[in-house]
Nanobody, 125 residues
Framework: QVQLTESGGGSARVGDSLRLSCTAS????????MGWYRQAPGKERDLVAE???????DYADSVKGRFTISRDNAKNMVYLQMNSLRPEDAAIYYC???????????????????WGQGTLVTVSS
């Protein structure tokens, strides 16, 4: 099975930068996409950014122009470069992988979602 391990969280000041990393290990299954979600106290878990194996990206409006998602397919890693941090960016950040599992010879498949344990980011003035 695939396991996700995040790192890079910590304490930051307004305007600082942090880089989060996530490593997928333990499986030879194809990873269709990897992304980052975050959950602040009292709020729901929301998409921050996602990237497919082909390089297509999607960002939350609140982070466009400040955050950049990238991946290294050979290493099964995904990164989130966070610049110009704001207090509202403080949250637990979770890595997610979408695993493609082929189920028959015709190529039909299912997508399995795997989550990391999360890494805490704090932002203070």
């Amino acid at each position: 099975q695939v396991q996700l391990t995040e790192s890079g969280g910590g304490s930051a000041r307004v305007g600082d930068s942090l880089r989060l990393s996530c490593t997928a290990s333990g499986s030879s299954s194809s990873i269709a996409a990897m992304g980052w979600y975050r959950q602040a106290p009292g709020k729901e878990r929301d998409l921050v950014a996602e990237i497919t194996s082909g390089g297509l990206t999607d960002y939350a409006d609140s982070v466009k122009g400040r955050f950049t998602i990238s991946r290294d397919n050979a290493k099964n890693m995904v990164y989130l470069q966070m610049n110009s941090l704001r207090p509202e960016d403080a949250a637990i950040y979770y890595c997610k992988a979408k695993i493609k599992r082929v189920v028959n010879v015709e190529g039909a498949y299912r997508i399995l979602e795997v989550w990391g344990q999360g890494t805490l980011v704090t932002v203070s003035s």
